[in-house]
């Protein structure tokens, strides 16, 4: 299994720039979820899955969009980056019921500098 | 909504010393987990041990232990025998599980160094 994978590892956007980052998981976890990483703030999450079609909104959602098609992919879309976007973007993935005693997996993260 | 502190930014023992981390939370449910998560330089994030707040008895993997005070609402991670490949920042992690999305939240980290 490749666990939960990312791309790109590393990329910079001028301001008001649109991308996608994204990422995909080979473990048939119904749960996935994007979170940034900013010094000093631990991981604040942004948005999450619990299965294809269903998403929600986490503590900091303001500038980003998901969707899920797949229970594979979750794919996370900066619509016009700005840089208080500056950051590390973790996804991660787990089962949503007590299976696998709610171990989060997590992938190798996403350096965005918006400039 | 759930916070979760973590009360020493940094924290610096020599290798084989025992540390101690200091973690607490605020929650009004009665079912939850806590984690304790690595990251190293690599960034990578790494599950080091977690707790089931219906178990009494405290969770141990190896080299590392916990301290749980469900009614102090703590949550302490002790390192033994610290290795230089310990050197990491550490998080504690709350999620609630009786209701809801069950999301995870992470308190601010700890960095860790073990100096030979």
């Known amino acids: 299994n490749a666990g939960v994978t990312q791309t790109p590892k590393f990329q910079v956007l001028k301001t008001g720039q649109s991308m996608t980052l994204q990422c995909a998981q080979d473990?048939?976890?119904?749960?996935m979820s994007w979170y940034r990483q900013d010094p000093g703030m631990g991981l604040r999450l942004i948005h999450y899955?619990?299965?294809?079609?269903?998403?929600d909104q986490g503590e900091v959602p303001n500038g980003y969009n998901v969707s899920r098609s797949t229970t594979e992919d979750f794919p996370l879309r900066l619509l016009s980056a700005a840089p208080s976007q500056t950051s590390v973007y973790f996804c991660?993935?787990?089962?949503?019921?007590?299976?696998?005693?709610?171990?989060?997996?997590f992938g190798p993260g996403t350096r965005l500098t918006v400039t | 909504a759930q916070t979760v502190t973590q009360s020493q930014p940094e924290m610096s023992v020599q290798e084989a010393e025992t540390v101690t981390l200091s973690c607490t939370y605020d929650?009004?449910?009665?079912?939850?987990?806590l984690f304790w998560y690595k990251q190293p330089p690599s960034r990578q994030m790494i599950l080091v041990i977690r707790?089931?707040?219906?178990?009494?008895q405290n969770a141990t993997e190896n080299r590392f232990s916990v301290n749980f005070q469900k009614a102090a609402k703590s949550f302490s991670l002790k390192i033994s025998d610290s290795q230089l490949g310990d050197t990491a920042m550490y998080f504690c992690?709350?999620?609630?599980?009786?209701?809801?999305?069950?999301?995870?939240?992470f308190g601010q980290g700890t960095r860790l160094t073990i100096n030979p």
């Open positions: 991660a993935s787990r089962f949503a019921a007590s299976i696998g005693f709610y171990e989060q997996y």
């Open positions: 473990m048939n976890h119904e749960y």
């Open positions: 899955s619990v299965g294809a079609g269903i998403t």
């Open positions: 929650t009004s449910e009665n079912n939850y987990y």
């Open positions: 707790q089931e707040a219906y178990k009494q």
């Open positions: 992690a709350f999620m609630n599980t009786e209701q809801g999305a069950q999301k995870l939240v």
